[in-house]
């Protein structure tokens, strides 16, 4: 079983920045997949960014430019970096860990409202 901790959500402005984290009980290591997933109000939860054990980020296009998501090996968390924040980023931002077994494990969230 894996806990994860997401922080750093919160209200900006357009234009702004917010920097998320996500702190794992295991080590980061050991997953197939990690990374942030988001549900607008009223919508479906969507894919936002996801790092891989091997191999490249893998970001939606719509965050693509924007968003950066990062890894602190040492602290078993990662980041996402929210930059040039617009109304549509507004959600609940929720970390994901996929396991070498394909199953998922999720965060309670961090709401993200951007709005002047």
């Known amino acids: 079983q894996v806990q994860l901790v997401e922080s750093g959500g919160g209200l900006v402005q357009p234009g702004g920045s917010l920097r998320l984290s996500c702190a794992a009980s295991?080590?980061?290591?050991?997953?197939?997949?990690m990374g942030w997933y988001r549900q607008p109000p009223g919508e479906q939860r969507e894919l936002v960014a996801r790092i891989f054990r091997f191999g490249s980020p893998d970001y939606a296009g719509s965050v693509k430019g924007r968003f950066t998501v990062v890894r602190d090996n040492a602290k078993n968390t990662i980041y996402l970096q929210m930059n040039s924040l617009k109304p549509e980023d507004t959600a609940v931002y929720y970390c994901?860990?996929?396991?070498?077994?394909?199953?998922?494990?999720w965060g309670k969230g961090t709401l993200v409202t951007v709005s002047s």
């Open positions: 994901n860990w996929n396991d070498t077994f394909g199953r998922d494990y």
């Open positions: 295991s080590s980061i290591f050991s997953f197939n997949s």
